[in-house]
C-alpha cells in the first residue's frame, strides 16, 4: 500500500512493474483522520515513513510546507501506526540532521536533541522529526535510518545529480557553486533500499541506523566532471558559478558501522553508480524532459566563472 500526496515529485511509472498488488492512495499525511482510516483499513504489519519534502533549494521559500510535511505529517504517522498497534515503523530520516561534518564521521548517537547543528529549514525539520521517532521508539517498535545523498534512475532533475545529467545529455553547461569544494557521500539509489529491506525482513530492537558508503571523500566539482565525461561532453562543459547556496554545508560523513555489522553493504561504487545513472536518463528523455522548465525556475546560478 503506498501513500502518496502526489505533489510535483510523484508519479507512479516509478513502481510499474514492481509487483501487482501495489496498491497507491491519495493521502496527504497532514491530514490526521485520512491517515488513521487508511492505517486501519489495511492493517500493515510495518510502516516505512519516506514521505517529505526534500529539496533544500525548496526549503528556503517555503519553510513551512517543510516543516507541516516533515515535522507534523512524522507525528501524524507515528499516532495512527500506534493507534493501530503496527510491529514496525522504520522513519527514513538523513545524514543531514548532524549538520556538516567536522574531522570524524557521525556517529547515530551524536545527533543533539532538536535542530541542534542543521543548519538549512530541510535538514532542521528533519532532525525534529527524527527527535519525533525516536521519542515514539518507547512506545513501538521504531527504526530511524539515516541514508547519505541517494541518486539514481527516475530522480528529478531539481537534484544535483540528476540536474547535471540531463543539462549534460542536453549539451547544456554544468553550474556547480562555489569552489566546487563540497562533499557528499552519494549512495546509488539500491544502497539504500537493501538496506531499508534488511530492516524490514529482519528488524532489529529500535534504534537509528546510520547507511552511506563511507566512499573517499569526492568534491561536486569532481562528481560533475565525471558525468560530463559519462555523457559525452567535455569536462569543461562544468563551470564554478558566483552564486552559492546560503550556509552551504561543507561535508556530510557517517559511520555505518552498525549497519554492516548486521551484514548489509554497499555494492555499487559511484563511478558505476554515475554511468547507470547516466545510461537511464539518456534512454528515458520523455520522462524528464517535460520537468526541466520548472526543475530551473528554482535556481540562482545562471552566470558562472572560470
Not at 501513500?3 to 497507491?24: C, F, H, K, S
Not at 558508503?213 to 569526492?218: D, F, I, K, R
Request: include cysteine; charge should be negative; charged fraction near 30%.
Amino acid at each position: 500500500m503506498n501513500l502518496d500526496a502526489e505533489t510535483y515529485a510523484a508519479d507512479e511509472r516509478r513502481i510499474q512493474g514492481v509487483g501487482p498488488d501495489i496498491e497507491t492512495r491519495h493521502i496527504d499525511i497532514c491530514d490526521v483522520s485520512a491517515v488513521r482510516a487508511e492505517l486501519a483499513r489495511s492493517r500493515p504489519r510495518a510502516v516505512v515513513h519516506f514521505a517529505a519534502e526534500t529539496h533544500v533549494t525548496r526549503s528556503e521559500t517555503d519553510p513551512e510546507a517543510f516543516f507541516r510535511t516533515n515535522v507534523e505529517g512524522t507525528q501524524n504517522v507515528l499516532e495512527a501506526a500506534e493507534a493501530q498497534g503496527v510491529d514496525l515503523v522504520v522513519h527514513v530520516s538523513t545524514d543531514e540532521v548532524y549538520g556538516p561534518a567536522k574531522e570524524q564521521p557521525f556517529k547515530e548517537d551524536d545527533k543533539p536533541n532538536g535542530e541542534g547543528d542543521a543548519t538549512s529549514p530541510y535538514a532542521r525539520s528533519k532532525a525534529l522529526a527524527d527527535d519525533l521517532a525516536r521519542d515514539f521508539g518507547t512506545r513501538l517498535p521504531v527504526v530511524v535510518v539515516r541514508p547519505t545523498n541517494c541518486f539514481g534512475p527516475w530522480q528529478h532533475p531539481e537534484k544535483a545529480i540528476a540536474r547535471w545529467t540531463t543539462r549534460a545529455l542536453n549539451d547544456e553547461k554544468l553550474p556547480v557553486w562555489g569552489d566546487g569544494g563540497y562533499v557528499r557521500d552519494w549512495m546509488f539509489v539500491d544502497d539504500a533500499c537493501s538496506a531499508i529491506e534488511l530492516l524490514l525482513d529482519d528488524p532489529p530492537p529500535s534504534g537509528v541506523y546510520n547507511i552511506g558508503p563511507e566512499n573517499e571523500p569526492v568534491s561536486n566539482l569532481e562528481i560533475a566532471r565525471t558525468i560530463a565525461v559519462g555523457a559525452g561532453v567535455p569536462a569543461d562543459h562544468v563551470y564554478l558559478t558566483d552564486y552559492d547556496r546560503p550556509d552551504h554545508d561543507r561535508r556530510y560523513s557517517v559511520d555505518s558501522s552498525r549497519m554492516r555489522a548486521l551484514g548489509w553493504s554497499p555494492s555499487v561504487d559511484i563511478e558505476a553508480g554515475i554511468r547507470a545513472t547516466v545510461d537511464w536518463y539518456r534512454h528515458n528523455r520523455g520522462w524528464w524532459e517535460p520537468l526541466l522548465d520548472q526543475a530551473e525556475s528554482l535556481y540562482e546560478d545562471a552566470d558562472g566563472r572560470t
